[in-house]
């Protein structure tokens, strides 16, 4: 039963490993060459930022973008640390950028992007959160997407910021895939996501819609996204825009991070269910978001199919090495031959695993080289990424679906 499951999971994998290569070398770069240069109001909303806000402003000030169209508004959204102060210091010592910090109480980000898009009378709105920072052309490719493509929206490249760590070099390489497929979604139409890594939207379109959504579970850039999707908008992805963003270096700040993301993911896939199957959105509702369901659905039954077989296996050898006398010491010292290890597989099991393997591999290093990055550096990482964290994850949507099933309160951070 095991091995014609494994074959189903396996070849609904294989499919969309190719759908996806298909359009791997089919995407076009937007040029910054003759972009029109519009007023752009950057929001940076924080809470408990002051280790990181004096960067993110920095970032801004190095823009290759003329000062005079820039308009940053910091909006402190109820911080209980320096975050405040930190942006004065910086006010004062660059006096010759337009920045307005506005002081509220706790109303999530949502509602903190929400003030600083109420004072915005820009053309272009961008959200660039307050532990990111973007490189000085960035701003200028996300604006070249925008007005080549007609979209309301676009979104950077994210890097991870500060790799140094175990945790943090895993998490380099989830978002070196992420980014590809991001990539891919965009090629296909399909994206849905517009992250607070720099983002960049027409203003008239994002307050036609009622801004962001303070109802969003906590994920409001997906929220956003297909809300915008939604309304027949476009969102695209500028591959020259490069951001870095702080990711968590503990267990529990990642634990809670994925948690959070995963409850947004179910919150808003159940809000926008009438895109799904909906031929008025082509290949979002009838591929990719029906695809974003059952890739999860795939995890889970993958881990648990896995989890199990593991246990009873386990849980044999221990009872046989109680009850059959030499059965322990048999199968711990006597290890099998190459010839006998290979005979004892189970070819139909073994050979779509092998296949998935094969594809998978590919698209590791096809993400890698869209981004300059080296693989063999990363070999030990990519490793885990693949070995271990599909364990964590599940862990993670486990905790997340429970919680979402039972309401539990969301936070922010």
């Not at 676009?154 to 991870?160: E, F, G, M």
């Not at 992250?195 to 997906?222: A, M, P, Y």
Request: aromatic share 14%; charged share 20%.
């Amino acid at each position: 039963m095991i091995q014609y499951v494994l074959w189903a999971i396996s070849f609904v994998f294989l499919w969309l490993s190719l759908v996806w290569l298909n359009y791997l070398y089919v995407s076009t770069k937007s040029s910054t060459v003759g972009v029109v240069k519009k007023g752009v109001t950057i929001a940076v909303p924080a809470f408990n930022e002051e280790r990181s806000l004096y960067m993110t402003l920095d970032s801004i000030r190095r823009f290759d973008y003329p000062h005079h169209l820039l308009s940053v508004v910091v909006v402190d959204d109820g911080s209980k640390d320096s975050t405040t102060k930190k942006c004065r210091e910086f006010m004062a010592a660059h006096n010759e950028m337009s920045i307005r910090l506005i002081r509220q109480k706790n109303q999530g980000k949502a509602g903190a992007i929400n003030t600083a898009l109420g004072v915005c009378g820009t053309d272009y709105f961008a959200v660039l959160d307050a532990d990111t920072f973007a490189k000085p052309d960035a701003l200028n490719a996300l604006l070249g997407a925008l007005q080549q493509s007609g979209a309301a929206a676009a979104i950077s490249v994210v890097k991870v910021f500060r790799v140094d760590s175990l945790l943090e070099r895993v998490q380099n390489v989830e978002y070196i895939m992420s980014n590809l497929f991001r990539r891919l979604m965009a090629v296909v139409d399909t994206l849905f996501l517009t992250h607070g890594c720099l983002c960049v939207f027409k203003t008239e379109v994002l307050k036609s819609i009622g801004g962001f959504s303070v109802e969003s579970g906590h994920t409001e850039d997906l929220e956003v996204a297909l809300r915008l999707r939604s309304n027949k908008h476009k969102v695209v992805m500028a591959q020259d825009a490069i951001t870095y963003t702080a990711v968590p270096a503990s267990f529990w700040g990642l634990w809670r991070q994925r948690v959070r993301w995963y409850r947004g993911f179910m919150f808003n896939h159940l809000k926008f269910r009438s895109l799904f199957f909906n031929k008025k959105y082509g290949r979002l509702g009838f591929f990719q978001l029906p695809v974003n369901v059952l890739s999860v659905g795939l995890l889970l039954a993958t881990i648990g199919m896995v989890a199990y077989g593991s246990s009873s296996d386990f849980f044999e050898f221990v009872y046989r090495s109680f009850t059959i006398q030499g059965y322990f010491i048999n199968h711990v010292i006597d290890f099998p031959t190459l010839k006998e290890l290979i005979l004892g597989q189970n070819v139909q099991i073994i050979f779509p695993v092998f296949m998935s393997m094969v594809l998978g591999l590919y698209v590791i290093v096809a993400a890698f080289h869209q981004l300059d990055e080296r693989v063999r550096p990363a070999l030990l990482y990519i490793w885990i990424y693949f070995a271990v964290s599909p364990y964590i994850t599940s862990t993670h949507w486990l905790c997340a679906i429970f919680q979402e099933t039972f309401a539990m309160k969301r936070k922010w951070r």
